[in-house]
């Protein structure tokens, strides 16, 4: 007997069917003896719905309120996903993030858990009944409803699994497990057997939706070992756990296009210390996550000046835009641009701590490729570059073809 904690996806719970079906695999392990506890997400495009339906009313809509309007969607497929088990005579309860013992801090759209105290889900998995969690949410100590960040759900089974010290943390979802690319843009991509923590991280955060990236910290700050499986067939899927010396063998694990990213260009700021500091503490404040930020050589004569461009999430925009418009007077540049029209295109492998030239064999399929790179960064184990949102896929698999064939 062993207790697990399941997670399934928006497409997984995406209709009354789907829910059956998640009830039904429940049923399986539940017929073994196993414990199960279930995480779900909304049922996909719930969650996109309702912002869509916030913004038509206004664009920066408040975040305690989108929270309060985005919890609905889990709340919707728990109970759902509980009444399906009934149906096949399995004992289930629903219970909100709040209601399983989660506590967030109060940062509105993207809390992070402070800790669980998951005595309700003990007792009912004592009681031998399934619990259904809902996914992506919490609650502050002040009882606030909060949400973990878009594609949360992930998170909320991970550190259930912590929580709980389940044996085994399943995330279903509606690709077979984690793949060298993603399989709809290059179809001689493969499945992987296994990937490290990092491996996955850079991936995840990189767009290679699999998982939310903040879930895959948690699981190797907590040892949390999963796998990503479909839950549309019984294939094995991919086992996420830490490194082990065999996976250096690999040049490169896996390849992805973020098309989720939008870059800002400040032209014309003045060269001087202090005004990088003075944005980038600005766009902080305002919980912005940047990713990549490339500052130009200074031209002109007189004061000197130069352009600095910076990546955030597409979704962050407006907000970047306008904290920047915000320090127009105080900066003085000469214009701010948005552009969503990049993509930003990664390579990833452990096996590039032992292996030269990566670098060099990617920029030169890329140049082979007609493909003009915009920004460039790395890590250890990550090459990332932004190019043309409309050259990204073709380069996805011209990258692809080059390093896994
Ligand atoms: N429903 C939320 C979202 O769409 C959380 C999740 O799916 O994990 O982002
Ligand atoms: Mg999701």
Redesign the pocket.
Known sequence: MALIVQKY??TSVGNPDRIKNVATRVKQYRDKGDQVVVVV??MSG???GLIKMAKEIMPLPSEREMDML?AT??QTTIALTAIALHALNIEATSLTGAQAGIVTDGVHTKAKIQNITPKAVHDLLDAGKVVIVA??QGQTSEGHIT????????L?AIALAAALKADLCQIYTDVDGVYTADPRIVPTAKKLPEISYDEMLELASLGAKVM?SRSVEFAKKFGVVFEVRSSLNDNPGTIVKEETPSMEGVVIRGVSLDKNQAKVTLVGVPDKPGVASLVFQSIAEANINVDMIVQNISHGSGTPATDLSFTVDKPELLKARKVIEGLKSTIGYREVIANEGIGKLSIVGVGMRSHPGVAAKMFDTLAKNGVNIDMISTSEIKISVVVDLAKGESAMKAVHAAFLG
């Open positions: 996806g928006g997400s909304a719930v969650t996109d985005l969607g889990e996914g992506f949400t973990l960040g878009r594609g949360g759900s992930d909320t939310q």
